[in-house]
């Protein structure tokens, strides 16, 4: 009923899908945009593309690609990749703890971006630069000729390969004709947006352009306890750029930009029951008379939210001092309570230039992109996300922070043989990627407090007392003592037991001083794309790639927490026994993540080499002038790496990293990707529609999920013969299968649609539909050798990935009306984007699911005769539909784990004035 009531609001809100036409810069000539540049025209009514290389019109190419030009982009307020959501149904772009962890999705496959050791599943291009992850790209970006969205993976073209698609985003270019652009933004939450840009001819060869953006408004949480907002935006971006055309053989595009955000990010609500109805905490009972707690058990209607007093950790929070507000107040209400003096500021720089050579070599055509970046972000945060002082990271330039420094270098050489029959090309593409990554992540002054309570809350939640040494008061001591008739509640180890409890009450302030990591990548590719024309109407496309890639990996390690080492020196024997669960418990909450003073000074160094072959196959056919019809294979390819995260040293944290860490363990493997796809493309001036039917087998799935206290880093493979359920029970060391047996384990199929239409002068509706089942197979394993799953994923066997709603449906409406003969034109324009359920945590834990949603942008104006000036109100999120990006463990916050999202937008509207010449 809700994905029914969406559609129709998605109808009545007349919108369209991502890939409506838009109608740029005409240009008469076609032999122009059958040249080898890389500049895609708009003529009239045919959108042409590079998204095979060469400039070809999009009702001609057979993939699945959208194309957005620089009118629709306008109109929808896109000024980052974020936006794009609105304008491609099969995209979803989203960030989590810090912006910097942005992650795109393309049919329901992506990457989480929360550790920089792994590489975008969809590759992000600006003027032809590869972006070494797609969280870079959630900046302004300025004017905009017109983005690229490829569907599906990419694997022989694109520079860089990424195994679910592609985003091509290409800015404004230098004009041999003078002139500029300025435009004004005022808008609630005090939002301020400046941009402006003057382009000419410098002489009969050179142009030069140069454009910048400023951007400053407040943040959408109010920070009650340190009287502050957060999520804000203060940022801007200057790109000076120069064309040198000496020839109509010749073309030499220069650019240079930089960039800058100075903003607090990214805060997060406790989610409540009335959001996610299934935010409950599990009623089931333990042997020894405990509530059992488990979070991978479907919780029971009319039990407690886990944000109440009826979950034990609860009332430890509130004891030491979290406002029950938090706990309380909806998901929505952006009122947060941090711990005082914590804060979330960071910084993000971000530069670099290109160069981009397109020349004619008699009947050939060269192409050269040259490009260098630099990256660097820090993000300080209260990490565990409360008002007790648990975890944080101190604002300073190590605070989570990751520094890229790329250069890469693209060729293409195309042409033609055999009377036109092959248009053939060949390139080669090389990209050296440094990135250093560094944390100062610590345990808060009052984890010495908290922690205790979570052994406490194991044993007797009746016995917690939060503001008592060891969260055992003397009567508590005195109750356990006298247990068993006076032997203890645990023997002889009873005295033990407490001063494991005391020993770990005194971990405040302590763990990671610096830890730093740096990963050296070289990748070089060798690659031909080649179409031979067997006929008129029948073409085959073969494309091949080679790729090899290396990756050289060193960190070294500073921590200042001695008591983990003297709590293992205590505990270890006890493993083994009765009180093994215990003193596991005891050793893994002073040792958490393995931030422990075994560490301290130690270095690790490691290297991993991968080659791989891709490429393409593409049969289409043209029976009619109007009409493509094509299928197609394909093989994606995403490099492997290394876990950069020390947690993952050990499987456990029971084990002394320095004596039993393992660089091995840090590694994950290479994820490749075999599509099929079939589909059609009819398009007349009046009317386009496409079709495509898809289906994509992931091996070596690279997944990345938050368990509560540490990032998993694990490939997803499935085993071809049934594990009777050993891949869904709590139990690790099950579940194993023959490497002989092991096959894809994630699979996205489905079906798009695509429609536009002009129905009458000054009209442009477009219509989208995407189906997509993108789910984990059943029997589940780890890596191709066969491994088992680990057991934090044991809700992911036969269900849907996280964020891949099943059912997107995008639409708009564009109406630019004369005003009478005035020479005035009005403007009317809206979009929305409706999507089924889905969940939105990757481990598919029960409390994070997101019900479908429908949102609409709206913006109406006058503009002047020639679009020398507009007037524009507008509106983000016009009816203030609440929505989270991403639900997460609150770290370390459970007896039964409770969960925390980062929100969504709400609803922005403001004034535009815009003035060109």
């Known amino acids: 009923m809700k994905l029914a009531l969406n559609l129709s609001a998605c109808a009545i809100a007349l919108a369209a899908i991502a890939t409506a036409p838009v109608y740029a810069q005409t240009q008469s000539d076609a032999a122009d945009q059958a040249s080898g540049s890389d500049e895609g025209t708009y003529d009239n009514n045919v959108i042409v593309v590079t998204a095979q290389g060469r400039a070809q019109a999009l009702s001609d190419v057979p993939i699945a690609v959208s194309a957005i030009g620089a009118e629709q982009l306008q109109q929808s307020g896109t000024s980052d990749i974020r936006e794009l959501n609105q304008l491609a149904p099969s995209l979803l772009v989203s960030s989590t703890g810090n912006e910097a962890n942005g992650s795109a999705r393309i049919r329901g496959i992506g990457t989480v971006g929360d550790n920089p050791g792994l590489e975008s599943s969809v590759a992000v291009f600006i003027d032809g630069v590869y972006r070494s992850r797609s969280g870079n790209a959630l900046s302004e970006l300025g004017p905009i000729d017109r983005i690229e969205v490829l569907r599906g993976p990419q694997g022989t073209l694109g520079g860089r390969n990424s195994s679910a698609g ?55 949480y109010n920070d009650v306890v340190n009287g502050t907002d957060v999520n804000n935006k203060d940022r801007y971006l200057v790109r000076g750029q120069l064309l040198f055309e000496p020839n109509d053989g010749l073309s030499v595009r220069v650019i240079g930009d930089y960039s800058k955000k100075d903003e607090s990010c990214c805060a997060a609500t406790f989610v409540q029951p009335e959001f996610a109805p299934l935010a409950l905490r599990e009623s089931g009972v333990l042997p020894n008379g405990n509530l059992s707690l488990d979070p991978f058990t479907r919780p029971q209607p009319g039990s407690p939210a886990l944000t109440s007093v009826e979950n034990p950790i609860i009332p430890v929070l509130l004891a030491l001092g979290q406002n029950s507000n938090a706990l309380t107040q909806s998901t929505f209400n952006r009122d947060i309570y941090v711990t005082p003096g914590r804060s979330y500021a960071g910084e993000t720089e971000d530069f670099g230039g290109s160069i981009e050579v397109n020349a004619e070599l008699g009947n050939l055509n060269l192409t050269s992109i040259t490009g260098y970046r630099e990256y660097s972000n820090f993000q300080a945060s ?130 990671t001083v610096l830890d730093v990591y740096n990963q050296k990548s070289e990748n070089f590719a060798f690659f031909t794309h080649n179409i031979f024309h067997i006929s008129d109407k029948l073409d ?62 130690v270095t690790l160094s490691d290297s991993r080499s991968e080659n791989e072959f891709t490429g393409t196959a593409i049969l289409s056919y043209k029976p009619t002038d109007d009409l493509l019809l094509y299928g197609s294979y394909s093989r994606g390819y995403k490099a492997g790496g290394f876990n950069l995260d020390r947690s993952a040293l050990t499987s456990s944290t029971l084990a002394n990293p320095a004596l039993t860490g393992d660089t091995d363990n840090l590694q994950f493997d290479q994820e490749t990707v075999n599509a099929f796809e079939i589909g059609a493309k009819y398009s007349t001036r009046e009317f386009s529609l496409s079709v495509a ?101 044991r809700l992911l066997p036969g269900d849907n990935l996280s964020n891949a709603p099943e059912i997107t449906a995008t639409a708009s409406l564009s109406y630019t009306p004369p005003i009478g003969s005035s020479g005035l034109t009005g403007l009317f324009y809206v979009n929305a984007r409706t999507t089924s359920d889905y969940n939105t945590g990757s481990d598919l834990l029960y409390g994070k699911e997101q019900d479908g949603f429908t949102l609409v942008n709206a913006r109406i104006g006058i503009r002047g005769p020639d679009n020398k000036w507009a007037i524009e109100g507008w509106a983000q999120n016009l009816f203030n539909v609440n929505y989270s990006q991403v639900a997460f463990n609150t770290p370390f916050v459970a007896s039964q784990q409770t969960y925390s999202a980062f929100l969504a937008e709400p609803r922005t509207y403001g004034i535009t004035l815009r003035g060109q010449f």
């Open 166 to 220: 592609m985003i091509s985003i290409t800015t404004a270019a230098p004009e041999f004709v003078f002139s500029g652009h300025a435009s004004a933004t005022y808008g609630n939450y005090d939002q301020l947006r400046l941009e402006g840009g003057i382009n000419g001819p410098l002489s009969d060869t050179i142009a030069a352009r140069i454009d910048g953006v400023y951007l400053k408004r407040d943040g959408f």
């Open 382 to 511: 209260d990490t565990d996300y409360t008002q007790v002082d648990i975890l944080y990271r101190e604002p300073n330039k190590d605070a989570g922070a990751r520094e890229f420094k790329t250069f890469t270098q693209e060729l293409r050489l195309q042409g033609s043989a055999f009377d036109d029959k092959l248009d053939w090309l060949i390139g080669g593409f090389y990209a050296n990627e440094k990135l250093e990554t560094r944390d100062n992540i610590r345990f808060g002054t009052q984890y010495g407090a908290f922690a205790p309570c979570r052994i406490v809350n194991a044993v007797n939640p009746a016995l917690a007392s939060p503001t008592s040494t060891g969260c055992l008061s003397a009567g508590g001591r005195a109750a356990l003592q006298a247990a068993n008739g006076g032997a203890g509640a645990f023997g002889a180890a009873t005295p033990l037991i407490f001063a494991g409890l005391d020993n770990l009450a005194t971990i405040n302030d302590k763990g």
């Open 540 to 601: 085959l496309t073969l494309g091949l790639r080679y790729t090899n890639e290396t990756k050289d990996f060193n960190a070294a390690f500073t921590n200042d927490n001695t008591m983990c080492p003297t709590q293992r020196a205590l505990f270890t024997p006890l493993l083994g026994g009765p009180l093994g669960a215990l003193a596991g418990g005891l050793i893994g909450l002073s040792c958490q993540g393995n931030s422990t003073s075994e560490l301290d000074g």
């Open 693 to 793: 039917a898809f289906r994509q087998q992931f091996d070596n799935f690279q997944l990345n999920t938050f368990n509560g206290s540490v990032f998993l880093v694990q490939n997803i493979n499935a085993c071809s013969t049934d594990l009777n359920g050993a891949d869904i029970d709590a139990d690790g060391t099950t579940g194993n299968c023959a490497s002989d047996d092991v096959k894809y384990g994630v699979v996205a199929q489905g079906v798009e649609l695509e429609a536009s239409l002009n129905p009458v002068r000054h009209v442009n509706v477009s219509l989208g539909l995407t189906y997509t089942d993108t789910s984990y197979e059943n029997d589940l394993v780890g890596r191709d050798t066969g491994e088992a799953l680990d057991p934090a994923l």
